[in-house]
């Protein structure tokens, strides 16, 4: 694939992401009955006016990269029936539903991922090369084929049979596969002394997908993305402590983000798995986890991001006791453009010291 293509798929990717994120806070503001002035396609200047919906402008702009919501009254405290003004609980429905529907993409994501797709199972070893001028290709192993017993041992998965393996190198072996629903029976040697990166059958090893049940899959979903927020949550303390190596665990930008969605689409292209076309489990996990960790970082407590705005909105709504708008609008104008220069930094940071990828 053209690195050109691959930059238009994150591109298109990232858009669609953060158009998700407005759609969020829109259909909030909507819900609570604050008005939305415009639903933009892309970021301006102005391109036209699509047409209007109860009172909405839908517009495309110039920009052809995500979206932008402009909720009627905010940053003003002038405009009685305004975001500025509305209660504090409101304000924090619209705050929060951007995240949320991050969320909820990168959930939906890998319900599909676990329901249509499956998830390894981890009992079970699946032959996913085979080197040419190998014992196994010599024995007539075949890619796809699940190793079942050797010597009558029953595999119990990859280390599992690599240890068997071992255990029995210069030997000759029985191994039974499963082979598309047949049972197959073959034997050969195990090389003592393979080529570097073959093993002793010559071999690559991986674990079959299984499909799981939709209800099944929705809960498998949610654990998943819970612990996708708690590891992220917990990575600054693990950072502090050494437990994680900062190198592999720095912010990323969007030259980060399309390395890691490079390696993604090439392992997926690479990989047969059980069917004849390769399925896109990487870049989907990858998609997800995008999604999530972008919900992550818009509640990071920080001016500018929604997380910044809700700590705004906190005392409001604890104490009664609102910050003025005019300072809420200096200091997200102030921490907006370190953003931009952290964003900045970063992406220099991807191009002088790229991530490590497995």
């Known amino acids: ?17 953060i158009f998700f ?14 008005p ?3 639903f933009g396609f ?34 003003d405290e002038t405009i009685e029936d305004g975001m500025a003004l ?17 969320f909820i993409i990168g959930l939906i994501i890998l319900i599909v991922i676990f329901s249509a797709m499956g998830v390894p199972a981890s009992d079970q070893a699946l032959v996913s090369q085979v080197s ?8 007539g192993f075949e890619v796809g084929d699940i190793v079942t017993t050797v010597n009558d041992i029953r595999i119990t998965g990859i280390e599992h049979l690599i240890e068997v393996i071992n255990a029995h190198v210069g030997q000759e072996i029985t191994v039974v596969v499963d082979r598309e629903g047949e049972t197959v029976t073959m034997n050969l040697i195990p090389r003592v002394d393979p080529p570097a990166g073959e093993g002793a059958m010559g071999i690559g090893l991986t674990n079959p997908l299984k499909p799981m049940p939709f209800f099944q899959s929705v809960g498998y979903a949610f654990q998943s993305t819970g612990l996708i927020i708690k590891e992220t949550i917990l990575l600054p ?16 930008g969007y030259k980060g983000i399309f390395d890691v969605y490079t390696w993604a689409v090439e392992q997926d292209t690479e990989s047969t798995l059980t069917t004849a076309e390769p399925l896109p489990i990487n870049t989907l996990s990858i998609i997800a986890n995008i999604s999530i960790s972008l919900g992550i970082a ?26 003025p708008q005019k300072w809420q609008n200096a200091v997200n104008t102030v921490c907006f453009m370190l953003l931009i220069g952290l964003m900045v930094f970063v992406t220099v940071l991807d191009f002088t010291n790229p991530i490590v990828l497995p």
Do not use: C
């Open 42 to 75: 892309g970021y301006p200047p102005r391109l036209a006016k699509i047409g209007e919906w109860k009172g909405t402008e839908i517009t495309l702009n110039w920009i052809p990269f995500g979206g932008f919501v402009h909720i009627h009254g905010e940053g």
């Open 1 to 17: 694939m053209s690195i050109v293509l691959m930059i238009l798929q994150v591109v298109l990717i990232m858009g669609l992401l």
């Open 132 to 139: 040419e001028g190998s014992p196994a290709l010599a024995a």
């Open 21 to 34: 994120h407005e759609a969020g806070h829109f259909l909030a503001s909507r819900a609570v009955g604050i």
């Open 36 to 38: 939305v002035e415009e």
């Open 298 to 323: 818009n509640l990071l407590p920080i001016p500018a991001l929604d997380g910044g705005r809700i700590l705004f909105t906190l005392p409001e709504l604890l104490f009664k006791k609102r910050i």
């Open 237 to 252: 303390g693990r950072l502090i402590s050494g437990a994680v190596d900062p190198a592999l665990a720095r912010p990323i």
């Open 86 to 102: 509305a209660p504090a609980w409101k304000r924090l429905i619209i705050l929060f539903s951007g995240p949320l529907m991050n």
